[in-house]
């Protein structure tokens, strides 16, 4: 029975190698499965505004929340280092600042879009009026997660410098180390009000 398969085996393979060879693409050119639009990077017509920046920045801040709360989980077991869990931490924060600059966008070119039409007639000033607090609320909430960003910056310099001044009295750190972290902090600390 083995000497039967074996034998098998054995013509199909010389079948297959004696047929023609199988045509050749050219490795520069795309798969004909892939088309050749990237619909991420549609670029809206001027005036027009762009779900697709505030629905971007919602998607990376709920990936860097997912992040962050599964490295913060790991960090308590064990599985990774403080540091890594305050990357993820920083990274969430920044998204967070970043998403809600961009609702700050998108509601600003709806107030205009919405003033171009009250001009015109095509809308009520409620509208207008409910578009403009829509706004205000938008900045005061970045402004909210800016300043949340900045003191995540801070707090995370300030436990690197202390975690690289243990290190150093340890006798397992640098001074060149500990001088860095004191310059990103104080670099910091300069920056944010």
């Not at 990077?41 to 005036?47: D, H, I, L, R, T």
């Not at 000033?125 to 909430?141: C, F, I």
């Amino acid at each position: 029975m083995a000497a039967l398969s074996r034998l098998l085996i054995l013509a199909l393979a010389a079948t297959l190698h004696a047929a023609e060879p199988l045509p050749e693409r050219d490795k520069n050119a795309p798969a004909d499965f892939q088309p050749d639009t990237n619909l991420f990077n549609v670029q809206p017509a001027p005036g027009e505004t762009s779900p697709l920046d505030v629905d971007r920045a919602q998607a990376i801040f709920d990936r860097a929340k997912r992040k962050e709360e599964r490295w913060q989980k790991l960090q308590r077991a064990g599985v990774v280092s403080q540091v890594e869990f305050e990357r993820a931490s920083r990274q969430t924060a920044e998204a967070a600042w970043k998403l809600e600059l961009a609702r700050v966008e998108h509601w600003k070119m709806e107030v205009e879009q919405q003033r171009a039409r009250l001009a015109k007639g095509g809308t009520s000033p409620d509208t207008l009026e409910t578009a403009e607090t829509s706004l205000h609320n938008a900045e005061r909430l970045a402004a909210e997660a800016g300043a949340f960003y900045k003191k995540r910056q801070l707090e995370i310099a300030q436990a690197n410098l202390e975690r690289q001044q243990r290190l150093l009295a340890l006798g397992a750190g640098s001074k060149s180390l500990v001088q860095e972290a004191a310059a990103a902090l104080a670099k910091l600390r300069e920056s944010s009000p």
